[in-house]
């Protein structure tokens, strides 16, 4: 940053941080630290960018960048709330047959890998075909494809193991 860049900065920073203080306490509806913590890091940003933001409007771009922390601040804090404060379940979940996922498991282990790639992530991680392709790198087409390959081919497994016990 140059001089003049420099002492532009600190004629804002003189002019507008009692301003942006008094927003971010405000907006942060919490104790006055919490605000000096955010208005100290919209100064940061402010000082990072502020060549490219000094002729525009650079106290909007700061009371933005305290809006937008105390928008996030208050998003974590509500998931965290969330977390502490989820009950258990009241009736214990039922427990799953171990014994047909030790089967799926293992026959989805004798699949190569990119078909057992699709199938994981298609169906125990719940992606979507696009995703699951974007993830993979390859085409949407691609991940059908392996999916309904993957899936005749467990069916089947399956379908002979249960005629070999009966």
């Not at 900065?9 to 919490?34: N, Q």
């Not at 601040?73 to 709330?81: D, I, M, P, T």
């Not at 427990?95 to 498991?105: E, I, T």
């Amino acid at each position: 940053m140059t001089e003049e860049d420099e002492a532009a900065f600190d004629e804002f920073l003189a002019a507008r941080s009692t301003a942006l203080l008094r927003t971010a306490i405000l907006v942060c509806g919490a104790s006055a630290s919490d605000a000096e913590d955010m208005v100290q890091n919209a100064l940061e940003k402010v000082y990072r960018h502020w060549p490219r933001i000094r002729h525009d409007n650079p106290e909007a771009y700061a009371r933005r960048v305290v809006v937008n922390g105390a928008i996030s601040k208050a998003r974590r804090r509500k998931v965290l709330q969330e977390i502490t404060f989820a009950q258990p379940p009241e009736t214990p979940v039922e427990s799953p047959d171990l014994g047909l996922r030790d089967v799926l498991v293992t026959e989805l282990r004798k699949l190569p890998a990119r078909m057992r790639a699709v199938l994981v992530l298609r169906y125990w991680e719940d992606l979507s075909e696009a995703e699951t392709a974007a993830l993979l790198g390859c085409s949407v087409g691609t991940v059908k494809s392996q999916a309904a390959r993957g899936l005749a081919r467990v069916r089947a497994r399956m379908e002979n193991l249960e005629g070999a016990s009966a």
